[in-house]
């Protein structure tokens, strides 16, 4: 019997021929990320050990983006505490430079590699090939002493994508789909792989949308096969792979799907879940008072240029502050090269420091009771982007921008025409 | 015997402790706002020895090991569930926080009435009735055997 992707990572970093659903194996790690929203007790669990020590201090990636800048003296002195033990230990510490899973794929993840990550949407990672995981402080804990852990090998979910999007319909659009379709425990201790004709259409920056919200299924991890296009990016990025596997043909998965790419249509996510998905078109009209274009999900310079061409020669409606966060200080950079940001500036927007910003609701942008926001951000559970009574729509960075300017859910193609 | 506190399907980490007080300093000074937004009266209710029930996939959404913290540090004394997410299931079990799947109980009991749960049989009872809860996997049984995975570490490397 073959394996899967996931099935693959897992023997290879424990170094064992085969595994099976349900085995438990130890495994070495490749790399070990966290951030600011839980490094501050992972610190003080790090004191409180008999033998303090850190295994291989160049596995660990820290990355300050929740609360950046900080906004609260109490905020201030997590950080620090952070800040402080990456320079005494010589721990890769980044801080203000973007949203960590960005960062991470800009500089670190290779295929091949098995990766914790102190926050759930590490599963981005699956789309360079690497098997990602979420992990909290105790497990991060252990494994940044010991270099290892345990993992329970999963089963696997396969998603053969067949077709191609059509004009206006985004990778966006399609994860929060298939959300929708198998809902948010359908994956629960599964991983996703994505497979098939259509994901040779998808970009890198789809492939990392699509990745980093399989958690909000209850995934374990998500993968793609490194092809072409993830060893284009690894190499313009002056990296190598760790490996690069393939499934088995005769791999065991517990379910497929076939997704065809030709029939996503603009959906939202309406509050409070992430599997509440419908068309957007069933939306139309809901007013709203905030709109968030950036994350981990949906801040890349691809989200940002289709932003910016929708948003050029137009204005952002008086009802709403629409915040742009690029999830990088690169993509910031490039944005600014391109003239995005004046774009976005000359229509009224906000333009923010690449961070989490309202994403995680504790930050920037946080919205009162009663508001409503719609976001490109992970999530739209009650409370997430602020007061409990407050709304979160999910939605593509086309629907996101166009609501801004109709200063009501809309799709971009339903825009008025612009003047002149 | 202590009191049971029900909550419903895909009750998230965002409800059991809200981003706004993930970077407080340390958990006890998180606590008091655990489950806030469902039910503002919760951590000054609960008392050491109570259980916390719930339907399906408690616990999904972030990685954030202060969920299942604060549980534990106002005295939770174990959530009992029709299903977990994975995430929350594996950071309760390494901090030493019992998690049980049991998939009668939830339809059958009263938020507030008494339980009794018994870790070694696997059984929870409530008005005399008892129900038998899925037996942990070995492995992660050890775990919380030992009070944990870094009690489980401190003795690896004593």
Not at chain 1, 39 to 54: A, G, N, Q, S, V
Not at chain 1, 175 to 198: D, H, Q
């Amino acid at each position: 019997m073959g394996m899967t992707l996931a099935e693959k990572i897992i023997a290879s970093a424990a170094g064992v021929e085969s595994v099976r659903p349900g085995d438990i194996h130890t495994v070495e790690l490749d790399l070990l990320m966290s951030n600011d929203g839980t490094t501050h007790l992972t610190i003080d669990m790090y004191h409180k050990l008999r033998h303090p020590h850190i295994a291989d201090v160049n596995k660990l990636v820290w990355i300050v983006d929740h609360n950046m800048p900080s906004d609260s003296p109490k905020t201030a002195a997590s950080q620090k505490k952070m800040r402080d033990f990456a320079k005494e230990n010589g721990i890769p510490f980044y801080e203000g430079k973007g949203v960590c899973h960005q960062i991470m794929m800009e500089n670190h993840v290779r295929p091949g590699q098995l990766i914790f990550g102190a926050d759930s949407h590490t599963c981005a990672y699956g789309a360079l090939g690497a098997f990602g995981t979420g992990v909290g402080c105790t497990d991060y804990l252990y494994a940044m002493v010991t270099g290892k852990s345990w993992v329970l090998v999963p089963e696997s979910l396969k998603f053969n994508l067949t077709g191609k999007l059509n004009h206006g319909v985004t990778a966006r659009d399609l994860i929060l789909t298939i959300i929708g379709r198998i809902g948010a425990n359908g994956a629960n201790y599964k991983a996703m792989e994505f497979s098939g004709e259509g994901l040779k259409t998808l970009t890198m920056s789809d492939r990392i949308a699509v990745c980093n919200l399989c958690v909000e299924a209850g995934a374990k991890t998500a993968l793609m096969e490194a092809d072409e296009v993830a060893l284009d990016y690894l190499s313009s990025r002056g990296r190598t792979p760790k490996a690069v596997f393939h499934a088995d043909e005769d791999a065991a998965y517990a379910q497929t799907y076939e997704v065809n790419l030709s029939e996503i249509v603009p959906v939202v996510a309406k509050p409070h879940f992430v599997d509440q998905v419908v068309p957007a078109a069933e939306c139309l009209g809901t007013h709203i008072d905030e709109a968030f274009l950036g994350s981990c999900n949906n801040g890349r310079i691809e989200d940002l240029r289709a932003a910016a061409a929708i948003l050029k020669g137009r204005k952002v409606a008086d009802t709403v502050r629409f915040l742009v966060v690029p999830a990088s200080g690169e993509i910031y950079r490039q944005a600014l090269e391109e003239g995005l940001l004046t774009t976005f500036m000359e229509a009224g927007a906000i333009v923010m420091n690449a961070n989490c910003s309202v994403c995680w609701g504790s930050c920037q942008g946080v919205i009162g009771e009663g508001e409503t926001l719609i976001s490109t951000g992970t999530r739209n559970f009650k409370g997430r982007a602020g007061h409990p009574g407050s709304f979160v729509y999910l939605a593509s960075a086309e629907t996101v921008t166009a609501s801004a300017i109709a200063g009501e859910i809309t799709t971009a193609d339903r825009l008025p025409k612009r003047e002149g | 015997m202590g009191k049971l506190f029900k909550f419903h399907t895909d009750v998230d980490t965002d409800q059991i402790i809200a981003s706004q007080y993930l970077l407080f300093p340390t958990i006890e000074e998180m606590k008091s706002h655990t489950f806030e937004s469902l039910d503002p009266s919760f951590a000054s209710q609960v008392q050491p020895g109570d259980f916390v029930v719930a339907a399906e996939n408690f616990g999904c959404g972030s990685s954030r090991e202060q969920a299942p913290s604060v549980l534990k540090a106002l005295g939770v004394k174990a959530v009992v569930a029709k299903s977990f997410a994975r995430i929350f299931y594996r950071n309760a079990i390494n901090i030493g926080l019992p998690v049980i799947v049991c998939k009668e109980l939830y339809d059958h009991v009263e938020d507030g009435e008494e339980m009794e749960l018994s870790l070694t049989e696997g059984t929870a009872t409530v008005h005399g009735q008892t129900f038998s809860c899925t037996k942990l996997n070995p492995y992660m049984q050890n775990i919380l055997n030992q009070g944990g995975l870094l009690a489980s570490l401190n003795r690896e490397e004593a």
